[in-house]
């Protein structure tokens, strides 16, 4: 990537194995985040508006970063609280809706390896409606109140994307896909990402930084434009 992209330059995997979903020619944007990740929610627009500025110029790769997977033990009310306040400064910055109803729920486990799974079926079974189920599990949790570990909420998710039902549900339960799962958190972490949402510029095998957490696609558009032009 040029220089004169005037964004930092992010570090190569140390596992080449790990960047081969972005192999061949051309220009990548990788988007690490998660569906239960408030951040992620806020920054949903925003990705909207780089996914129509990069159509047809670069490919947009959606890649699950894992925030709490395998969460057994219901929240208790210190997590709670901690979480609210996130999703009320998230509200507050963004404008995306919250169901804050979701605190009344004492038992509830905030395992996100299920929405993860069920974002990396999707995508393997129609590439091309990813970004609408990542928009569908995030907006059902955080606006809808769905509970995103219900296999059955999930595949209904996948369905309303355009996916069948049926192939859904087998491909969500196959070991597989939970070996999928897990190898985007460990490609996230080989790209030593941190936090979500976070955006990385990929061509010809060089890497840079366009975003490490939430930023409006306003402070990243002429970066982006440079990129896409140069």
């Known amino acids: ?8 330059t992010a570090n190569a995997p140390a596992d080449k194995d790990d960047t081969s979903f972005d192999s061949g020619p051309g220009k990548h944007v990788m988007y ?10 806020g920054f949903a627009p925003e990705l909207s508006r780089i996914a129509d ?15 709490r997977p395998g ?9 709670r609280d901690y979480i609210r306040h ?25 395992d996100t390896e299920p929405p993860c799974r ?19 599990l995030q907006r059902g949790f955080y606006a809808e109140g769905l509970n995103l570990s219900d296999a059955t909420t999930l ?18 339960a196959a070991p597989g896909t939970r070996a999928l799962t897990v190898a985007d ?9 941190t936090g979500f949402p976070s955006l990385v510029c990929a061509e010809d095998g060089q890497y840079a930084v366009l975003s490490l957490g939430y930023r409006t696609f306003a402070s990243m558009q002429a970066i982006l434009d440079e990129w896409l032009n140069a």
């Open 1 to 8: 990537m040029s220089d004169t992209c005037a964004i930092p």
């Open 32 to 41: 690490f985040g998660d569906p239960m990740c408030s951040w992620c929610w």
């Open 53 to 67: 500025a990069i159509k047809g110029r670069a490919q947009l790769h959606i890649i699950m970063g894992g925030l």
């Open 71 to 79: 969460t057994r033990d219901p929240w208790d009310q210190e997590m």
């Open 86 to 110: 996130h999703w009320e400064d998230v509200a507050a910055k963004t404008g995306q809706p919250f169901d804050y109803a979701r605190f009344d729920e004492i038992s509830f486990v905030y």
């Open 118 to 136: 069920a974002l990396i079926t999707v995508r393997s079974l129609k590439p091309g409606a990813t970004l609408a189920m990542y928009e569908a």
């Open 155 to 172: 595949e209904g998710l996948a369905q309303h994307c355009g996916v069948d039902p049926a192939a859904f549900a087998e491909t969500f």
């Open 185 to 193: 958190f460990h490609r996230s972490r080989a790209f030593g990402v």
